[in-house]
């Protein structure tokens, strides 16, 4: 089964995950921080990984500092003392998605919805099989399914888009029909809009892996004791959202 969190970054104190940030922190991510021009991203991306290890120490019953954390050479995360733990996670500004299973590979991806003209044509770009009858409306549901899917294959989109077989249903539905070359075992896909409070009250997130849908994401920290500061938990699942979600679901996160 998979477990997955929605966090919203600016909603983690320092206190929640760290006393100070170069704890926890290896000296390439301390590095990575410290090339950003404004320390809001530096802040964001540093307390991105201290939340990904925390939550996934804390899924598999271990201090954080314990929790190792290595990447293959295309840059895809594992773990390498819990072979059998799978795990992907997406940045989008202040929104952190991450994934963890035993079932597979997986590949997770989160977009703030942010409205842009040229979205179909990045599509396109990247992804040539986007047909003609295409609208602004499929492009979050086709864009963050391919980011996923590649990432649960470990190629990117340069080399694994080509693999990755979409199929363009009516009113912007995107589902995955496969991805070819990684073994026989189906994979699936699935896309849900999810509520924020970022500066875009939207955002859209995508899940690939060999587990069938319904994946249902926990916003993180809890704020359950007071609902103004985090949406309920959220069902992901594939059919195409209301009309009025799905047209904010064309526009372009920047």
């Known amino acids: 089964m998979m477990d997955a969190w929605l ?8 206190t929640d995950i760290s006393a100070h940030y ?16 404004h320390a809001r991203a530096a802040h964001r991306f540093y307390r991105a990984r201290l939340t990904v290890r925390r939550l996934l120490a804390e899924r598999l ?15 895809k995360p594992y773990l390498p003392d819990q072979p059998d733990t799978h795990v992907s996670w997406s940045r989008s500004d202040g929104l952190l998605l991450l994934g963890a299973t035993e079932t ?13 003209t040229t979205s179909l044509d990045v599509l396109a770009f990247v992804y040539p099989g986007v047909p003609d009858s295409a609208t ?10 391919l980011e996923a ?4 294959t470990g190629r990117g989109l ?6 990755v077989d979409l199929d363009f249903g009516p009113d912007g539905a995107v589902t995955l029909r496969g991805i070819s ?6 994979w699936h896909g699935h896309t849900a809009l999810q509520p924020t409070r970022q500066d875009s009250p939207w955002a859209m997130t995508a899940f690939v892996s060999r587990e069938l849908p319904p994946v249902t994401v926990l916003p993180w920290p809890d704020r359950a004791r007071d609902p103004a500061r985090a949406p309920a938990p959220a069902t992901a699942t594939a059919p195409a959202p209301e009309p009025a979600r799905a047209r904010a679901a064309g526009l372009m996160a920047s």
């Open 158 to 163: 340069t080399d694994g888009a080509r693999d």
């Open 104 to 116: 597979g590979p997986v590949g997770v991806d989160v977009e703030l919805v942010r409205p842009s």
């Open 181 to 186: 070359g990684h073994g026989a075992l189906p």
């Open 22 to 37: 170069p704890e926890g922190l290896t000296e390439e991510e301390l590095r990575r921080g410290a090339e950003f021009v």
């Open 61 to 75: 019953g271990l201090a954080a500092r314990d929790l190792r954390i290595h990447y293959d050479p295309a840059g």
């Open 149 to 152: 899917a590649v990432k649960a």
């Open 136 to 145: 602004p409306e499929t492009f979050f549901h086709a864009w963050t399914l």
């Open 7 to 14: 966090v919203d970054l600016d909603q983690v104190a320092p």
